[in-house]
């Protein structure tokens, strides 16, 4: 009976014998992000913008005033939702509510860059802010005319946040977005 536990024995520790293994370093999927082209998107009520072609607008129904979009990036899992609210007197409280959220985010962003947008020609008034870490929204942002038009945006992915391994769609939706915000025009 002592024979083959001995033999069992040496042979769980022939394998042990061998060189010390080497973890093979982490890898990341490559992304391969489409041509930048845009094409003129209209709400016949709130406002016209150049997309992305490879975006995806939907309009989703609400009981209020308000009008809710989302702009999805279907190649990269990420949505822009963006929700357009006539100002009326609640210009103030709108800008603070705006504030608020990006505000939710600074417990874990690395840095939040702001962005000051004056466009006197169409009148495009707002805010863009870049939220870097691993946050939930890289991205927020608020447009107004200051007397009708209140458009809000943030930034989601269909993914948990990891700052580095999303950064070259991270950019992109960014510079996409920055596009949009330039060429905003109130219907």
């Known amino acids: 009976m002592k024979r083959p536990l001995s033999w ?3 042979l769980l520790c022939v394998p042990a014998c061998t ?3 080497v973890p093979k370093p982490k890898g990341y999927f490559r992304i391969d992000l489409p041509e930048q082209r845009y094409n003129v998107w209209v709400d016949s009520t709130t406002f016209r913008a150049e997309l992305p072609v490879y975006t995806k607008v939907g309009i989703r129904s609400s009981q209020t ?3 809710w979009y989302d702009v999805r990036f279907l190649g990269q899992r990420a949505t822009v939702h963006l929700t357009w609210t006539p100002v009326g007197d609640q210009l103030q409280p709108l800008i603070e509510d705006a504030h608020l959220f990006k505000n ?3 417990s874990k962003a ?3 860059r702001s962005e000051r947008i004056v466009n006197d020609g169409t009148r495009v008034f707002g805010n863009v802010y870049d939220v870097d870490g691993d946050v939930a929204s890289p991205m927020v942002f608020y447009l ?3 007397t009708d038009n209140f458009l809000y945006g943030a930034l989601y992915f ?3 946040p990891n700052a580095d391994s ?3 769609v991270t950019d992109r939706i960014r510079s996409d977005m920055r596009h949009m915000i330039a060429t905003l025009a109130w219907q």
């Open 110 to 112: 690395a840095r939040i």
């Open 158 to 160: 269909d993914a948990r």
């Open 19 to 21: 060189e010390d293994p």
């Open 104 to 106: 939710t985010h600074q």
């Open 144 to 146: 107004t005319d200051s």
């Open 8 to 10: 069992l024995l040496l």
């Open 65 to 67: 005033d308000a009008r």
């Open 166 to 168: 999303l950064a070259p």
